[in-house]
């Protein structure tokens, strides 16, 4: 009757096979995007690696099409200088992100470039 017990245990144990904690944004990290616009599948890569990980609590990771990080106001189509979420990655402090994370590399602000300049 041990023997059954302990199986069970580990078989319940073993099917909560759940990789990251889902009271945080990891959940961001690891699930699929679910991008609905291919041009914005790239840089939601960046995005979600980048910003999202910290502004999921803004509705970041909800954004799946251009058009919703437009109507945000984060981005302005075909407008990379002047859209918000460009000026605030260019305005940190010495190019650095917030938490330490250090300078945005400019092939993923390349990758954003492209995004916001092809919608």
């Not at 990789?19 to 979600?48: E, H, M, Q, R």
């Not at 690696?49 to 970041?60: E, N, P, S």
């Not at 437009?70 to 940190?92: C, M, P, T």
């Amino acid at each position: 009757m041990k023997k059954i017990l302990v199986i069970l245990s580990l078989i319940i144990l073993s099917a909560c096979g759940q990789d990251y904690n889902s009271n945080t944004a990891d959940g961001f990290v690891y699930t699929p995007s679910g991008i609905a616009d291919p041009d914005l599948s790239a840089a939601y890569d960046v995005l979600k690696i980048r910003c999202i990980q910290c502004h999921y609590h803004t509705g970041w990771a909800a954004y799946k099409t251009n058009q919703q990080w437009v109507d945000a106001g984060l981005v302005i189509s075909a407008d990379f200088e002047n859209s918000f979420l460009v000026r605030s990655l260019k305005n940190f402090p010495d190019g650095s992100m917030p938490k330490d994370s250090g300078p945005l590399p400019a092939s993923e602000l390349q990758t954003i470039e492209d995004w916001i300049n092809s919608i």
